[in-house]
């Protein structure tokens, strides 16, 4: 509620110097899932640190907080993100440690390298899955680049986001699949990413199913938005593609399969400003009336004062987006090596300010929860209501065993383990 006591359930460990990041909540709300990593060893480079990417647990009803595999050696071995509780009770989540992958090419004589992004920016995330207390680590999906946001379906499946990095699609698409990596499919968008408001180009993130079987995805660029982008609803079980409707709907439905998710109007252009400010994440809440808990900020500008020749102030200030100040906005490149200086009396984007809301589309209003502070950002909010929970898809219901009388009939089951083998 508005006015609440914020209870710190972290500093017990971190001394409130931790980062905290993809925040969940069990379909009972009785625990806490999320991503943690403890502060950087002064004077050691980056890539010497120790501290990775943690995920931890922490049980409202006895305040025990564990970081969920125990052992320090086994934690640190890469970074673990993104976590989600599965029906059954096991966890899921996104890891550089990719510990099949590494073991597959062990078996076959080869030394066993965690892969990189394909632009060899840094080790690739790949879906896993383990039980609450560590044990049972196994890795389901192996992309080339990463694999992010894994969600769980109302029918038990997961859907997660696929960084498709080729030639032709390097694009962020919506997957689909079975908790132990089979079935695995193209769920939605591979042509569907010049849909952004002005047809600027879009990834699908952080998607989550509603309540009405929908998909709702923050939809933004891959860098230059603060992280944040505009709430989109997708119509994924009558679409493939935003003008593309699935085999039984066509010549019934020609689109769009999206939907803006808010009356906010959101740009996701990067170093222009968006009127109807910036979403960073959202967490619907399943009560029947289709409130959303965003993380938001408004949208701001900074404004050039003149020089008043005083050293120790600051001749900006941040104002509002109002429709005179819009009228004379600097366009900055984020990527702009040598950026221009704004003159008197222009304005450029300001830093965000993201705090926290309800959106309640019933009424088209959006209510502060968590108002935001300057230095600070409010990015992930859950709801600790329970919810309900999905059926349990169970592993291993595609595994084929070897039928010798496959052969009787012409016929065998291809089993794919490497696609750069080629003989044998």
């Known amino acids: 509620a508005v006015g609440a006591l914020p209870v710190n359930i972290t500093e017990r460990v971190s001394n409130g110097l931790a980062a905290i990041r993809d925040v969940e909540i069990d379909y009972d709300g009785s625990r806490l899932l999320f991503a943690m990593r403890m502060p950087f060893e002064p004077g050691v480079d980056v890539e010497d640190q120790v501290s990775t990417w943690n995920i931890w647990q922490y049980t409202f009803e006895t305040d025990e907080l564990l970081r969920v595999i125990s052992s320090p050696l086994t934690a640190e071995i890469g970074h673990d993100i993104m976590p989600k509780y599965l029906p059954d009770g096991r966890i899921i989540f996104s890891s550089t440690r990719q510990s099949q992958s590494q073991a597959l090419l062990l078996d076959e004589g080869k030394s066993g390298f965690p892969a990189q992004d394909e632009d060899d920016n840094e080790f690739a995330f790949n879906i896993h899955v383990m039980n609450d207390d560590g044990s049972g680590l196994k890795q389901v999906t192996f992309n080339q680049s990463h694999d992010l946001d894994p969600s769980v379906l109302a029918n038990g499946q997961i859907v997660y986001s696929r960084w498709d990095h080729n030639q032709s699609n390097d694009a962020v698409n919506l997957y689909r699949m079975n908790p132990d990596g089979s079935l695995q499919e193209l769920l ?12 600027e180009t879009i990834q699908l993130m952080q998607s989550r199913q509603v309540e009405d079987g929908r998909i709702m995805v923050l939809a933004r660029p891959f860098t230059n938005t603060e992280g944040g982008g505009e709430l989109i609803l997708i119509d994924t079980p009558q679409y493939v593609e935003n003008t593309q409707p699935t085999k039984d709907n066509i010549g019934v439905l020609t689109g769009p399969a999206q939907e803006d998710a808010t009356v906010n109007e959101v740009s996701t252009v990067p170093g222009a400003p968006s009127v109807g400010g910036r979403y960073f994440s959202v967490y619907p809440i399943q009560d029947g009336t ?97 919810r309900p929970t999905p059926p349990v898809v169970p592993d291993g219901l595609n595994n084929f065993a070897l039928d010798s009388a496959l052969a009787d009939v012409g016929e065998a089951v291809l089993n794919i383990r490497n696609v750069y083998d080629f003989d044998g």
Do not use: K
């Not at 939605?188 to 047809?199: L, P, R």
């Not at 050293?311 to 984020?334: F, K, R, S």
């Open 188 to 199: 939605y968008g591979q042509q569907s990413h010049d849909t952004g408001a002005n047809g």
């Open 290 to 386: 289709d409130r959303l808990m965003v993380s938001w900020t408004q949208c701001r500008l900074t404004e050039t004062l003149a020089d008043d020749g005083d050293p120790n102030t600051i001749d900006e200030q941040i104002v509002a987006c109002t429709e005179d100040n819009l009228l004379n906005v600097l366009i900055v490149d984020p990527n702009d090596p040598t950026p221009p200086t704004p003159a008197v009396g222009e304005f450029v984007v300001a830093p965000p300010l993201y705090g926290i809301w309800i959106y309640d589309p019933i009424d088209d209003t959006q209510l502060p929860i968590v108002a935001g502070e300057e230095g600070f950002m409010f990015t992930e909010v859950v709801s600790a209501d329970p």
